[in-house]
């Protein structure tokens, strides 16, 4: 390889061309090699590291054993292209050649990532591109893809991003209504005085809300319902603590693990029933909470009454949940998260 290297390039400018790809394959197999060189080195650290580690979580020990599985694919993937050089047609694994040292790169990230305090955050992000680089078209690395794909997989159920992915991808935002008149209305409500006439103005609000974002397939007169929402918007206006401007909404620890238990429900359409006219009785007695994020309940109530719960609205509940336990908050038209939490121990 030294002596191909030293070659100087020729004067003759027709063979230019094929004198920089030979050049440019030898020194993409060297980037190979050493490459591969330091991964092993880094290999034997992470094995050592992983027999001294401490027990960790189930959740966590997954996502270790999802890495020892692609860390062992990329050690073996690169011993069998570096020993199948002499019987390989050099020029049709070009792509193998630009590629492996990025996946070997990346698989140095990963023999030195700390056992026992796992940065999420990187983890996520080191997944996806593990999993897009062995997936660049051209290459036949079948079995590191599935093992890059296993990876990415565990990684995001463990940080909660599969359960967005999931659920986000049924959910089909169907109504057209005012949301800034939705929104403030919401607002108003939630900032009313904690009296027994406000808590009836508060379910009262909530039917509004729940007409309102209704999807327009079941037939909502949309007309009818704008003039109730000035109606309401007005008599909130004169009995909110405040004048309309952001109120301090919360969602409590309380109110999300109430709702998790009813999230959990089997497919018991009574206790069901029974558990969202309770969580709806709930939520409209808490001051300074968000109506419009108990909506999804009451519509719930209606299509039970109707014998068809729509996955559109199970998927819904599911994803406002994983925002708030999360403390993401969602963007307007836009159902995924934009930041990822780190699992605690």
Wanted: with cysteine.
């Amino acid at each position: 390889m030294d002596f191909f290297l030293a070659i100087p390039l020729s004067v003759d400018t027709s063979t230019t061309k094929q004198d920089l790809g030979i050049h440019h394959m030898i020194l993409q197999m060297l980037s190979f090699a050493v490459g591969f060189f330091l991964f092993d080195k880094d290999l034997k650290l992470w094995s050592k590291q992983r027999t001294e580690s401490h027990t960790r979580p189930s959740v966590e020990q997954a996502v270790l054993e999802a890495i020892d599985g692609l860390i062992k694919g990329i050690y073996d993937t690169s011993r069998t292209i570096l020993g199948s050089l002499h019987s390989t047609n050099i020029e049709g694994q070009m792509e193998v050649f630009n590629v492996m040292p990025k996946i070997l790169n990346y698989g140095r990230y990963l023999c030195n990532i700390n056992c026992n305090l796992i940065d999420h955050s990187t983890l996520i992000s080191l997944a996806q591109c593990i999993s897009d680089t062995v997936s660049t078209q051209g290459l036949n690395l079948h079995a590191l893809q599935e093992q890059a794909r296993h990876f990415n997989q565990t990684v995001s159920l463990s940080l909660g991003l599969g359960l967005f992915d999931i659920w986000a991808s049924l959910y089909t935002d169907e109504a057209a209504y005012p949301r800034g008149t939705i929104i403030r209305i919401d607002e108003l409500a939630s900032s009313l005085k904690k009296t027994l006439e406000c808590v009836g103005l508060r379910k009262r609000t909530l039917d509004y809300l729940a007409l309102a974002t209704l999807p327009n397939t079941h037939g909502t007169d949309r007309g009818g319902i704008s003039e109730l929402g000035q109606e309401l918007e007005h008599l909130l206006s004169g009995r909110s603590e405040q004048d309309g401007a952001k109120s301090s909404r919360h969602i409590g620890s309380t109110f999300l693990v109430v709702e998790l238990s009813l999230l959990s429900l089997p497919t018991d359409d009574k206790l069901l029933e029974m558990l969202a006219k309770e969580f709806i009785d709930m939520a409209t007695a808490m001051d300074n909470t968000s109506l419009l994020r108990v909506v999804p309940y009451k519509h719930l109530l209606w299509f039970l009454e109707s014998g068809k719960v729509p996955l559109s609205l199970t998927s819904r509940m599911h994803v406002q949940w994983l925002y708030d336990v999360c403390g993401l908050r969602e963007q307007a038209q836009e159902v995924r998260p934009q930041r990822f939490i780190q699992s605690s121990t």
